[in-house]
């Protein structure tokens, strides 16, 4: 199964960081090891290689409750989503798999 990365998301150079406020929500920093976070980059960045060229930064937290890893990418050039043009969320969980949820509540 190896077809090409669906494009849901865009780039964009935004020049300002999110607040740490806005993604504490996403569960404990501190609770992903190296290795979880560097098998997390790589398959991301594996699954979409747009992002290798990319100078991103990857907060990634575990959330004990849901039980899933939040992936939000931080940097002048973040993907955001296409319909919204808002940062993105990359949800890991072992059930489902991963999933790209766009940070507007709004959004459907």
Not at 8 to 27: C, E
Not at 57 to 66: L, Q
Not at 74 to 91: D, R
Request: glycine fraction near 4%; charge should be positive.
């Amino acid at each position: 199964m190896n077809r090409p990365a669906k494009d849901v998301f865009t780039f964009m150079n935004l020049n300002f960081d999110l607040p740490s406020a806005y993604y504490q929500s996403f569960g404990d920093f501190s609770a992903a090891t190296d290795y979880q976070r560097t098998l997390i980059r790589d398959f991301m960045i594996e699954h979409w290689p747009q992002m290798k060229k990319k100078p991103l930064t990857f907060k990634i937290a575990y959330d004990a409750t849901k039980k899933v890893f939040n992936v939000i990418l931080l940097g002048k050039n973040c993907p955001l989503s296409k319909c919204c043009k808002m940062t993105v969320c990359f949800q890991f969980d072992r059930e489902i798999g991963g999933k790209v949820i766009c940070m507007e509540t709004l959004c459907p």
